[in-house]
């Protein structure tokens, strides 16, 4: 028997398997603590639950031998990106394997005729993009962190692009996965579009690894835009920003991104990313198309803010005005920090239809105070997605109770106007217990498909829903 079941350290299981994956790729796979920490470090509110070995796969194949073994002894199995996401998805409650696909970086092949590439699991995104400028071709979806490609396909991430490119979901057009049986599938072919079968791949984007583990990802590409223009726009009130985001979405503006920032998030940027901007609920706007047409689109939109306390108006095509006020967007979470030194930051978000957007945002800033919390909120306002980084002292246990207060009612509010629990960050664990709200009876039948797909229960258990519930799932 492994010594490592004989201390006891993990199960019998386990050993047998981090044994044989040892022997087989010496150097390759690390018990080591500062790793094992490191790879359940959730940059959230959720404490760190560690794997009980970390392996560095460098190919599919390699994937798929560690998963067999995984399989063959009921380990449970993680599979890591970046490390990025933002509701539990990496923790390992019950211990086991964590797979790393970050040395799986390989651009394997890009069709610039069909505006298509297709990329290994731990490519990120800043390196498709630099990979891809000097053929006048970008891929757009960008949730901020530099998150690996395979990531953001399992947790059908989005960001600032998505209320003109859409989501991950909508520019994902195949994937290669191993799934729970150690099997490697390949979900679609490269057509723009097919009627063929089940849509497996649309079932795996935001799976979040509970089915499969995403190796390979075919993804959808879009020409530079010939013009990219930035602006900033103040506003008296946070009602009337949510409201000029729906009359331009209304309008049919064709609008890259459009962001909210309330008064505390400007406060915040201002003094992380040395910004100026007045500390007021404000837009930042982005524009894409020809000269004409931008020009045409500023002038549109900024009629439309006028209509609702707009202020001065400012734009820029210049690219580094562009990429300071984008990153200073990106940082908004670390930003946070400096409004209360020494807090912990809660993240979340929800997503509702924009009709109802600007009253699920004042609902939420009046629940705050309510609470007496103290949360900037920032937004992806055109598609009806805010986000709220509420900070709090993890060891003082009223904070925590109010925050957890608060985001249950958060999520409960955006059900009840037709939205959604998370627009991007996805369930994990902290918001399995809005799932049963979200869609009744429609989560059984999620619940049969991850036990048809992993019987055994060994892909990212713990993650999305309980498969065997209680009478009233509750916080975790």
Request: proline share 5%; net charge negative.
């Amino acid at each position: 028997m492994s010594d490592l079941a004989v201390s006891g350290r993990v199960s019998a299981a386990v050993a047998t398997v981090i044994d044989a994956l040892g022997a087989q790729w010496p150097g390759r796979v690390s018990l080591a603590e500062a790793v094992r920490l490191h790879h359940a470090n959730t940059m959230t509110w959720h404490r760190p639950q560690m794997p009980d070995a970390v392996f560095f796969a460098e190919t599919t194949a390699e994937v798929q031998g560690a998963v067999r073994l995984c399989a063959q002894h009921c380990a449970p199995v993680i599979a890591f990106g970046t490390g990025t996401s933002l509701e539990g998805q990496i923790n390992a409650p019950f211990g086991g394997l964590c797979i790393d696909l970050s040395r799986m970086n390989a651009i394997v092949a890009v069709n610039e005729e069909d505006l298509t590439c297709t990329v290994q699991a731990g490519v990120t995104r800043k390196q498709l993009n630099d990979h891809l400028r000097d053929k006048g071709l970008f891929f757009p979806i960008d949730p901020g962190a530099d998150a690996s490609l395979g990531g953001m396909a399992a947790t059908r991430a989005s960001g600032t692009n998505a209320v003109r490119y859409g989501t991950m979901r909508e520019n994902v057009i195949a994937l290669q996965a191993v799934m729970s049986d150690g099997r490697v599938i390949r979900t679609a072919h490269r057509a723009r579009k097919s009627s063929a079968g089940y849509d497996l791949t649309r079932l795996l984007v935001g799976s979040e690894g509970t089915l499969g583990i995403i190796t390979e990802v075919t993804l959808r590409l879009h020409g530079i835009p010939e013009t990219m223009a930035a602006a900033v726009c103040p506003f008296e009130t946070l009602d009337g920003a949510c409201k000029t985001a729906i009359a331009a979405i209304q309008m049919g503006l064709p609008i890259a991104r459009i962001e909210l920032l309330d008064e505390l998030q400007i406060r915040a940027c201002n003094t992380y990313s040395k910004l100026s901007l007045a500390e007021t609920p404000t837009l930042f706007v982005e524009f894409h198309g020809t000269s004409a047409s931008v020009d045409e689109q500023v002038a549109m939109f900024k009629a439309i803010t006028g209509e609702y306390g707009g202020g001065d108006f400012q734009w820029s095509t210049r690219p580094e005005e562009r990429s300071k006020l984008w990153q200073a967007r990106h940082d908004a979470a670390f930003s946070c920090l400096t409004l209360r030194p020494g807090a912990q930051v809660a993240p979340t978000d929800v997503c509702v239809p924009i009709s109802r957007l600007a009253e699920c945002v004042a609902e939420t800033k009046q629940d705050l105070a309510d609470s007496g919390l103290f949360g900037p909120i920032v937004g992806h306002v055109g598609d009806g997605n805010f986000h709220v980084a509420v900070l709090f002292d993890r060891d003082n246990k009223d904070d925590v109770a109010r925050v957890k207060g608060f985001t249950e009612r958060l999520a409960r509010r955006a059900i009840a106007m037709d939205g959604t629990c998370t627009g991007e960050h996805g369930v994990g664990q902290g918001k399995i217990p809005y799932l049963v709200e979200e869609f009744g009876p429609a989560l059984d039948y999620m619940r049969l498909i991850k036990r048809s797909i992993d019987p055994h229960n060994i892909m990212n258990p713990g993650k999305i829903f309980t498969l065997d519930p209680g009478p009233d799932e509750t916080l975790q």
